[in-house]
């Protein structure tokens, strides 16, 4: 299951109830209850959502999700981008089609999102964090 930076920014910044689930979401993957993946794209993401509040918070955020257990960051690769314009042209913004196509260069056919979006592309199934 891929995590999109949505999971991980309700994890971190919001109240309510997709702070608990988004928490409760990372807390299965440290006890590898999920297999997890998300990508170097995700992590710049989240980093640059918290660096317009306070860098060391956005330091410390960045941190503490590289180093969770059992979550693979996988970089996004050259090969991965032929399948970006397709995506874009299927409706996705440009940050969502480069970890759709992350998604289908691992064979990774479920993203874990708050983002609609996705459930444009047939390929992909979008679970909300619980």
Do not use: W
């Amino acid at each position: 299951m891929f995590i999109d930076a949505n999971v991980f920014i309700h994890a971190y910044d919001s109240g309510g109830r997709q702070k608990a689930s988004c928490l409760a979401l990372l807390e299965r993957i440290r006890r590898a209850e999920i297999r997890a993946q998300t990508s170097t794209l995700v992590l710049n993401e989240v980093l640059y959502y918290f660096q317009e509040d306070d860098d060391e918070t956005a330091i410390r955020i960045f941190i503490n999700i590289c180093r969770t257990p059992h979550l693979q960051v996988l970089g996004v690769e050259s090969t991965c981008l032929a399948h970006v314009p397709e995506l874009v042209r299927q409706g996705l913004t440009a940050s969502d089609a480069y970890h759709a196509a992350v998604m289908k260069c691992n064979g990774i056919d479920t993203i874990c999102s708050y983002d609609k979006g996705f459930d444009r592309i047939p390929s992909i199934s979008r679970q909300e964090p619980k």
